[in-house]
């Protein structure tokens, strides 16, 4: 396989399931669905905004953000259950802050839906680091583990900043003090990184572990999605 075949099928493998997520994710409302200008605002601020704001952060901590699998001293623990979920969880649904997703907020649901496709255009650019290096290990590899980014680490992304959107759309709406955020973020934070936490613990074994954190994340998603369908008919 050629170099611009393998860059081609890195950016579908990459960008073709969140766009997928967020498009299920925008349909999950049945009245007064998001105009699909505001989705790919969204979408591109988590795909290039956010993941830009991160990688800043990354560098001024001097620290690597990536979940490793394979090392499990405590600095590295650390750096993926508590410092990369509380930085990314933070620069994603400022998407939310901007004037052109403040002007679409109209209803409680809208911060949901509008931080879930902020974090699924982030997971598109991370599946995008993630790939170039799986593509180093083989065909049959790549395919396995970018499977894998394309349920787990899309549905993290969606459901974890889904949360802080909700904080956000409610505190809008709402017009209330932005530490009405905090809960809803620090919920966003556990959840994202609980998921670091069981893909990361190797004592735990490998298929176990993706198994828990494929779960949690099934859970989640499956709670935002069902939050978004009560709001949009009452």
């Known amino acids: 396989m050629n170099t611009t075949d393998s860059i081609i099928i890195l950016f579908i493998a990459s960008f073709l399931p969140p766009i997928i997520y967020a498009i299920w994710i925008r349909n999950t409302e049945r009245y007064n669905r998001e105009r699909w200008f505001t989705i790919a605002f969204c979408f591109i601020w988590g795909a290039t905004l956010a993941v830009l704001f991160a990688l800043i952060l990354e560098v001024v901590l001097?620290?690597?953000?990536?979940?490793?699998?394979?090392?499990?001293?405590?600095?590295?623990?650390?750096?993926?259950?508590?410092?990369?979920?509380?930085?990314?969880?933070?620069?994603?649904?400022?998407?939310?802050?901007?004037?052109t997703v403040r002007k679409a907020l109209d209803e409680l649901e809208d911060g949901l839906i509008y931080g879930a496709i902020a974090g699924l255009g982030f997971s598109a650019t991370e599946n995008l680091f993630y790939g170039w290096s799986f593509l180093s290990e083989g065909l049959i590899i790549f395919i396995t583990l970018m499977g894998i980014r394309s349920i787990g680490g899309c549905l993290l992304h969606a459901s974890a900043t889904a949360l802080t959107g909700y904080g956000y759309g409610k505190s809008i709406l709402l017009k209330t003090s932005r530490l009405y955020i905090v809960p809803y973020f620090l919920l966003a934070f556990f959840v994202h990184g609980l998921y670091n936490f069981l893909v990361s613990w190797e004592e735990l074994g490998v298929i176990i572990g993706l198994g828990a954190a494929l779960m949690v994340v099934y859970l989640v998603t499956k709670l935002v999605r069902y939050k978004i369908r009560v709001l949009d008919s009452s």
């Open 62 to 99: 001097d620290i690597s953000l990536a979940v490793s699998f394979t090392e499990s001293d405590n600095l590295s623990l650390i750096t993926v259950i508590i410092v990369a979920p509380f930085v990314e969880e933070m620069v994603k649904p400022m998407a939310l802050r901007t004037k």
